[in-house]
């Protein structure tokens, strides 16, 4: 005879199925995902704030670091010599459970392609890993292979660990940051709202960014 507490696998999906819409009524009634019981402290990172540095994989034995591409005034970029030229930073913390993020991610699918030639590094900062202990989520999908069936190109970056989400307080997803040349973070972007002209305006902040010295 089966006991009576063991889960059937219909029971399981059942449960998964409550648990994962759960997350993603909040995630379509306010336009963020959340991950319950998530810890993170939030450091209220601002316009005008200093972004904090990260070095993430962003492949087996790959790794990229944010100050390859940007750093405060008069400090030198991390490899000078290979890499002189300051870039503004897109970078955009999402996971594979995240609703709003699929709704963002064709737009800076979008951006990417368009300033693709320009001194703009796009990043998808990939969260899922980090949150897949959480008890409903341990069967989502490796972004990398996710990501490449919607068409998406743009460079993942592997925040397993979580240290940059914690770093840069991303308790709701998806959760947008740009930051200019100098290191300094220009926009914020709390969660996905489809009424906003999402494109045109962060292509006119990025417009703006390339033009400065």
């Not at 993603?24 to 316009?47: C, S």
């Not at 030229?85 to 709704?103: E, G, I, N, Q, Y």
């Not at 308790?171 to 002209?197: A, C, H, M, Q, S």
């Amino acid at each position: 005879m089966k006991n009576s507490t063991q889960k059937t696998p219909i029971m399981k999906i059942i449960i998964f199925s409550i648990f994962y819409f759960s997350v993603q009524l909040f995630a379509q009634n306010g336009e963020v995902a959340v991950v319950p019981n998530d810890t993170t402290k939030d450091p209220g990172l601002q316009v005008g704030d200093i972004a904090p540095s990260w070095a993430l994989m962003s492949g087996p034995g790959k790794f990229e670091f944010l100050k390859n591409w940007t750093e405060e005034k008069g400090k030198k970029l991390r490899k000078p010599m290979t890499q002189p030229d300051r870039h503004v930073l897109v970078l955009s913390f999402f996971a594979t459970w995240c609703k709003p993020c699929m709704k963002e991610l064709p737009h800076l699918q979008n951006l990417y392609e368009k300033y693709k030639d320009k001194k703009i590094k796009f990043f998808l900062i990939d969260i899922t890993e980090a949150t897949r202990t959480v008890k409903g989520l341990e069967g989502m999908p490796k972004a990398g292979p996710f990501l490449e069936k919607k068409g998406i190109t743009m460079p993942i970056l592997y925040d397993s660990r979580g240290v940059a989400k914690e770093r840069y307080g991303a308790k709701t997803l998806p959760r947008l940051f740009v930051v200019d040349k100098y290191r300094t973070i220009r926009k914020v972007n709390k969660g996905f709202n489809e009424d906003e002209d999402f494109e045109g305006d962060l292509s006119k902040i990025i417009d703006d960014l390339l033009k400065e010295e």
